[in-house]
């Protein structure tokens, strides 16, 4: 009998990619794929471990699933991921629900994991992160057909006191661009059109492999890959943000005049204890000269709230700074105390309510900016790639150059036939918090 495998991500988008290969390593092994875990003899369950929402998560699902063996059809539980890259032991001992573990660095072995498992050996495949993925891997897409994730590098040498990607995904290392650029255009044949190119810190992006920063380089060369209409950057770290990478978005119209550059927070004494780069002198030194060569940039920044050591007066000038800068969109994590991270020694650690209250005030600041930012764009017209049709409201939905996939807001289109996968004109006639709606012009 062919096995039959579902693969379940939890977690960011390199998750979701590394997810995509192992489907693709599953498929040609001759084992078939199933959506849906109750279908399924055989779950992988991609994990996320970088805070402890994400970890409890992770924990339940991997429990929920296990149930399927008393309720369906599952025989070998496998957990990969970033929980399985730090607590491999913890995982084995406590949990005998798994029947296979496997790391960031050795996802590319998961047919064997799952071989072992389903002969009862409990393998443990866990070892140093050093695996980058290579275009010749075979990849199953589990986003639209019109849109995908391209890692252009793995691993992080930052080493923010808070965090603790190094532990899980290792030293940063990046691709090759000849590498990368043939995934693209593989993606591109597969009818592709927008591609975001992500990393721990994109902006470091070649230093590595080559003499300095290719990010700029990296950025021309995909947008000129047949097929490929938008170019779509995360993750950019402000410390390597050059001005030559703020003139190749500005220059080159397939690149979206879109920045995500998670900032953390304001105030500079916590900076300076997250061993973050610069201080908020430069940060608006920064967003100052994207947004002068870049008018109409959209950006998207995230913070950290209750950091050890966050006084009241600090956080009230980070609310000052939010409604100041004003940020197209804008992500609140309240500080998650890490074991084997630099902060989690740090003294005056804040209550877990006191983080809370601080989160859902700052983003009901930023919810009145995000209005006022969205009026801008009524009476224009704008690109849109349309993504769905939603029957019962008999409109179709998509995305501006300015929103990315899942994270931000939608465009709703009525008035005119559109289709799926395609660019569409649109003349926005209303605006709300996060989306916009028009009409589709033929």
């Not at 804008?330 to 630099?342: A, H, I, K, R």
Request: with cysteine; charged share 30%.
């Amino acid at each position: 009998m062919v096995e039959k495998v579902s693969v379940v991500t939890l977690g960011c988008e390199k998750n979701l990619v590394d997810s995509e290969i192992m489907s693709g390593l599953v498929h040609q092994r001759g084992f078939k794929l199933v959506e849906k875990p109750e279908d399924a003899t055989v779950v992988i369950v991609n994990t996320c471990g970088f805070i402890d929402a994400a970890k409890e998560e992770s924990v339940n699902t991997i429990l929920n699933l296990a149930e399927l063996k008393e309720t369906a059809r599952l025989k070998a539980l496998i957990v990969s991921g970033c929980l399985t890259q730090r607590y491999k032991k913890e995982l084995m001992d406590e949990m005998p629900e798994i029947d296979g573990i496997v790391g960031t660095g050795d996802f590319f072995r998961i047919n064997d994991i799952i071989d072992e498992a389903l002969r009862g050996a409990k393998p443990v495949y866990v070892g140093n992160p050093v695996f980058n993925y290579e275009e010749a891997m075979p990849r199953i897409l589990s986003t639209a057909r019109h849109t995908a994730f391209v890692k252009i590098a793995e691993g992080c040498d930052n080493a923010c006191t808070f965090c603790s990607i190094p532990i899980m995904r290792g030293k940063f290392r990046s691709r090759s661009i000849e590498s990368i650029l043939a995934e693209v255009d593989n993606l591109a044949k597969q009818g592709v059109k927008e591609v975001s190119l992500i990393a721990q810190d994109s902006t470091n992006y070649g230093t590595d492999l080559y003499e300095g920063f290719r990010l700029p380089e990296l950025l021309n060369r995909v947008s000129e890959v047949p097929g490929i209409e938008w170019v779509r950057l995360h993750y950019a770290y402000p410390g390597f943000f050059t001005d030559e990478l703020i003139e190749t978005i500005a220059a080159n119209p397939k690149v979206c005049d879109y920045i995500d550059m998670p900032l953390q927070h304001s105030e500079d004494a916590i900076l300076k204890r997250m061993r973050r780069p610069g201080r908020q002198r430069d940060v608006r030194e920064l967003v100052g000269k994207i947004r002068s060569r870049i008018p109409d940039v959209a950006l998207r920044t995230s913070m950290i709230v209750g950091f050890p050591g966050e006084t009241e007066e600090e956080f009230e000038r980070l609310c000052e700074f939010v409604r100041e800068i004003k940020f197209d969109r804008l992500g609140v994590f309240t500080y998650s105390q890490e074991e084997d991270t630099p902060a989690n020694r740090l003294p005056n650690q804040v209550p877990d309510e006191v983080k809370q209250f601080r989160a859902n005030t700052l983003m009901e600041i930023q919810r009145e900016v995000a209005k006022e930012n969205a009026a801008k764009y009524v009476g224009r017209t704008m690109d849109v790639l349309v993504e769905r049709y939603d029957g019962r409201s008999d409109v179709y939905i998509g995305r501006s150059q300015y929103d990315a996939p899942e994270v931000d807001g939608e465009v709703f289109i009525t008035n005119c036939p559109v289709e799926i996968g395609q660019m569409s004109k649109v003349r926005i006639t209303h605006a709300y918090e996060y989306d916009l709606s028009g009409e589709g012009i033929a």
